[in-house]
């Protein structure tokens, strides 16, 4: 059995010791959560609501220090589980007991749960969360985003993480339709094309960032799932920095890199000169693709910090409809409040999580 103290070793954040009166944890795990993830307030806000005594932590975990939390988790009483993120979701795959075989067909966890018998079980929901978010009707909103994807010519940009599992999932929806991907690294693009082909037996294939400007105005749906429009200075471990919140995923991006400094004014002064040609071009490129898209043409972003990126803000400028990563985020997040880590705790309270599920997408929506 261990204690907070042995979880709080391998964190970079402190735990308050109000969570030892919990009688359960989960928690969100990546590099440093702490500092931007809205999953706590979600997952707390849904604890809330539900009655159950469980709390939900940011985890700050060092990639040197992840095989130790792990094992000082599996230990902890009541831990249900944990959300996986950056930079741990290949990493944790060999230290735990058990892949999902579709965690394993994406190659990469976003979630881990305990199993009664203390197994850990690793998951992805973010393909589930994508399709949701597109497929049901999010809160506030009074019909889906799309009624369907059937049929639909899709355009994915991204292969990393969550492009790998929009790839297979949207793949399995796409029917007689096609799906089209693009990736900055275009082997990656190539080698996913192929294996969603393989799997879902869907007209999956892969073409250059440059070659897919070509076609968008032949796409019904357009979907970001790589990190280009993300809010913020993204620190390369070097001392070195960059940032790719002024560009549309749509065309190439290419920003300059420069010495982070102290992260605040002088960065960003030294970033954006060095920047701006590169930030004018693309954006000029991805409006001049936007501009011949078909008038319904359904624009997507994986991406939720900014509410809006480059590319939804110039895809709601010229009429076309939008949707950002919130309604992912909160659709992944309830999948597996009610399918998969709080599932059996919520059936030992006496609840059905089945019939849960729509209050929990409001209320972690409300949280998010
Ligand atoms: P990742 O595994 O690190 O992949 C990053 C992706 O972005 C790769 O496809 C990479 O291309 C591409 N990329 C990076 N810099 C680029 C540049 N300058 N130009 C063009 N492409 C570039 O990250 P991830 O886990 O897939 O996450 C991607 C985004 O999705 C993040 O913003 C994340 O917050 C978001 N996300 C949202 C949800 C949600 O629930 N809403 C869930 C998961 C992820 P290369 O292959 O060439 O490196």
């Known amino acids: 059995m261990s204690t907070l103290d042995d979880l709080q070793r391998y964190l970079d954040n402190p735990l308050p010791a109000d969570v030892a009166e919990r009688s359960l944890l989960s928690g969100s795990m990546g590099e440093s959560p702490s500092k931007y993830s809205r999953s706590p307030a979600m997952w707390n806000a849904a604890f809330r609501e539900i009655g159950l005594d469980a709390v939900h932590m940011p985890f700050d975990v060092r990639p040197e220090n992840l095989a130790g939390f792990v094992d000082a988790a599996r230990a902890y ?117 192929k294996q969603a082909a393989v799997a879902t037996g869907a007209k999956v294939t892969a073409t250059a960032q440059e070659l897919a400007l070509d076609v968008v105005w032949s796409m019904d749906v357009i979907v970001n799932a790589s990190t280009v429009g993300q809010s913020g200075m993204r620190r390369l471990g070097n001392g070195e920095a960059t940032s790719l919140e002024a560009f549309s995923s749509l065309a190439p991006a290419a920003p300059a890199v420069v010495p982070e400094g102290d992260g605040g004014a002088s960065f960003w002064r030294e970033w954006f000169a060095a920047s701006f040609k590169a930030i004018a071009e693309n954006n000029a490129r991805s409006a001049a693709a936007i501009a011949m898209c078909k008038p319904d043409a359904a624009f997507v972003d994986a991406v939720y910090s900014p509410d809006e990126t480059v590319l939804l803000r110039q895809a709601r400028l010229s009429g076309r409809k939008t949707l950002n990563g919130k309604g992912m985020l909160v659709m992944q997040a309830a999948f597996s409040f009610v399918n998969r880590m709080t599932r059996r705790h919520l059936q030992a309270a006496g609840h059905d999580p089945d019939a849960l599920y729509d209050r929990v997408v409001e209320v972690m929506a409300a949280g998010f």
Do not use: Y
């Open 77 to 193: 009483p009541g831990f249900m589980g944990s959300n996986v993120t950056v930079p741990h979701k290949l990493a944790i795959m060999p230290l735990l007991d058990e892949i999902d075989p579709i965690a394993r067909e994406i190659g990469a966890v976003n979630t881990f749960m305990q199993t009664a018998d203390g197994r850990l079980v690793g998951f992805n929901t973010d393909a589930d969360g994508l399709i949701a978010s597109m497929l049901r009707t999010l809160p506030g909103e009074s019909e889906p985003f799309l009624p369907t994807l059937s049929g639909k010519r899709v355009l994915l940009l991204g292969a990393g993480g969550a492009g790998r599992a929009s790839a297979f999932a949207l793949a399995k929806q796409v029917s007689d339709g096609s799906l089209l991907l693009t990736n900055r690294s275009l082997e990656r693009a190539e080698e996913l094309a």
